[in-house]
């Protein structure tokens, strides 16, 4: 079956891409030093588990950031570079945790000694990263109070593991948003401009559902329209546009409903209502003459009077 042509990234990339993989990897390995000493500091693991979201959402934005600044059109390149800033983000947060270890125990000692040199020389023979890693697997994390010996509930393997699921869920995401990549103008070397243009109540679900199956330009433009009943299903149309020049844009359609929801049981509640999305079509080329077209069609249907109930 013939398809629609997609929007294909050009596979390209910029110097400027590179160099701002490394400010972006930088800036990460920055906001672990504020996420370490949070994490540390807050007994509660659901709100350390907030923490590390919000810290794996700003590290993927940082991710972003550089793909947007560094204008990255290789989905392969911008999943390693993403990988990078995320591992960067990781190491940086178990080695500020290392150093705050250190910091603690040259807090131990006796007032003065921290500044003679040969304690110093001492301690980081002592405390290498190999030996605070070590320490910390042994000493793992307690649930709720903790023994007389300073060991935790959670030792050896389950600290690599958790170690280990909290590089990956970082890494991952980042990698994620690395390797997105949106419309893109090659001939002006611009992001395209992503807008909402309509979100259409007029197609009834069959018809909405349809769309996901076209094969022309014409029959995405002009679906059969339900004009005697309200819809329960909306299909938002959003245009990727080049902001300089007349090169074809592309549209992502969407379709949105509204799901009751629980579990079906007759309740005295009132139901509440969660509203579900599906990609129809992504980033599918269209004209300007197409996308104009698009524009009438959304003219026209608002100036119908709304169907009556
Ligand atoms: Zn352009």
């Known amino acids: 079956m013939p398809r629609l042509p997609r929007y294909t990234p050009s596979g390209r990339t910029t110097a400027l891409f590179f160099v701002m993989a490394i400010v972006v990897a930088a800036l990460a390995a920055l906001v672990a030093w504020p996420y370490q000493r949070l994490v540390t500091w807050v007994p509660f693991i659901y709100i350390n588990a907030v923490v590390y979201l919000v810290f794996a959402f700003v590290v993927a934005v940082c991710a972003m950031a550089a793909i947007k600044i560094g204008r990255n059109r290789n989905r392969m390149l911008g999943a390693i570079v993403g990988a990078v800033i995320g591992a960067s983000a990781i190491g940086a947060s178990h080695w500020f945790a290392y150093r705050h270890a250190i910091a603690e125990v040259t807090a131990e000692l006796p007032a003065g000694a921290e500044d003679s040199p040969e304690v110093q020389a001492a301690m980081d023979e002592a405390l290498t990263f190999g030996t605070y890693v070590r320490a910390r697997v042994d000493t793992g994390w307690s649930l709720g109070r903790s023994g007389s010996s300073g060991k935790g509930d959670l030792t050896g393997l389950f600290v690599w593991l958790i170690w280990g699921i909290e590089a990956l869920g970082v890494i991952g995401a980042a990698a994620y948003v ?109 004209s300007r003459a197409q996308l104009a077209q698009l524009d009438a069609a959304r003219g026209q249907a608002e100036a119908q009077p709304p169907p009556s109930t």
């Open 178 to 286: 690395g390797s997105q990549v949106e419309p893109f103008c090659e001939a002006c070397g611009t992001w395209m401009k992503e807008r909402e243009v309509w979100v259409r109540t007029d197609l009834d679900a069959a018809s909405a559902s349809a769309l996901a199956h076209v094969v022309s330009a014409d029959e995405l433009l002009r679906p059969p329209v339900a004009r005697d009943a309200p819809s329960r299903v909306k299909v938002a149309y959003t245009t990727y546009v080049c902001p300089t020049c007349a090169s074809p844009g592309y549209v992502t359609l969407e379709k949105r409903w509204d799901e009751a929801m629980g579990d079906g049981r007759p309740s005295a509640a009132p139901i509440k209502y969660e509203t579900k999305k599906e990609t129809l079509l992504e980033v599918v080329e269209l």
